[in-house]
């Protein structure tokens, strides 16, 4: 089945640094790539959308500035927390998608939990 | 419809009941629904999906019910084990809008042996 890595799995961090996230289709080729952020015992908040090749879609409030979306190729998104604060900790889940004669499928990694301290 | 801090409820059932798990969502364009299991610090895992052409759909162990009138979701699941304690969300979509997923508020499940 599909499957999707997603790595680190988790990372501490100092206030002000950055964080990449990366987010990779291994036998398939994701035509879109979602990425999240949960926070404790909340849902999952989309925070963008990305498709292979051009500019990511941020959902409303979340800033473009902050949180770096690239994807650059159809197997992998990586998604970086520029200049993170304590604010910033979270897990952050990828998804991929296909999208193939108006079926479409989600594949999540295993998500990354961040601390920043 | 978008889940914005909620906190989540819990249903408590002992091992062997049935569990019922409801979910509302807020789009009526919405045109495919998922459920998703989530055990703490992995990622979803997919349960069960429902087209919006359909009301019913079986799987195993796990039923969604679909009513698009009130713009809801159940998982039912029968027999309930303590490997099924987890969080359950609920997802939906719809064609034309990048395919982007958003999920519900989320239940947690306490099974109890």
């Known amino acids: 089945g599909a499957v999707v890595s997603q790595h680190p799995s988790w990372v501490i961090c100092k206030s002000g640094t950055s964080v990449k996230i990366e987010c990779r289709s291994l036998?398939?080729?994701?035509?879109?790539m979602f990425w999240y952020r949960q926070f404790p015992k909340q849902s999952l908040m989309l925070m963008a959308t990305?498709?292979?090749?051009?500019?990511?879609?941020?959902e409303q409030g979340v800033e473009k500035d902050k949180f770096l979306i690239n994807h650059a190729s159809l197997t992998l998104s990586t998604l970086t927390v520029t200049s993170a604060h304590p604010e910033d900790s979270s897990f952050y889940i990828c998804?991929?998608?296909?999208?193939?004669?108006?079926?479409?499928?989600?594949?999540f990694g295993s998500g990354t939990r961040l601390t920043v301290v | 419809g978008e889940s914005v801090g909620l906190h989540l409820p819990t249903l408590s059932v002992q091992e062997g009941d049935n569990s019922i798990i409801n979910c509302a969502y807020s789009?009526?364009?919405?045109?495919?629904f998922i459920w998703y299991k989530q055990e703490s610090g992995k990622g979803p895992q997919f349960i069960i999906d429902?087209?919006?052409?359909?009301d019913k759909r079986q799987g195993q162990r796990v039923t969604v019910l679909l009513n698009k009138t009130v713009k809801h979701l159940s998982l039912q699941i029968a027999a309930t084990q303590p490997g099924d304690s987890a969080v359950y969300f609920c997802?939906?979509?719809?064609?034309?809008?990048?395919?982007?997923?958003?999920f519900g508020a989320g239940t947690r499940l306490a099974v109890h042996p």
């Open positions: 997802a939906e979509t719809f064609s034309g809008g990048y395919n982007k997923l958003i």
């Open positions: 998804s991929a998608s296909t999208s193939s004669q108006g079926d479409y499928g989600y594949t």
């Open positions: 429902i087209r919006s052409n359909m």
């Open positions: 990305s498709n292979e090749g051009s500019k990511a879609t941020y």
């Open positions: 789009n009526s364009a919405s045109d495919y």
């Open positions: 036998d398939f080729q994701a035509t879109t």
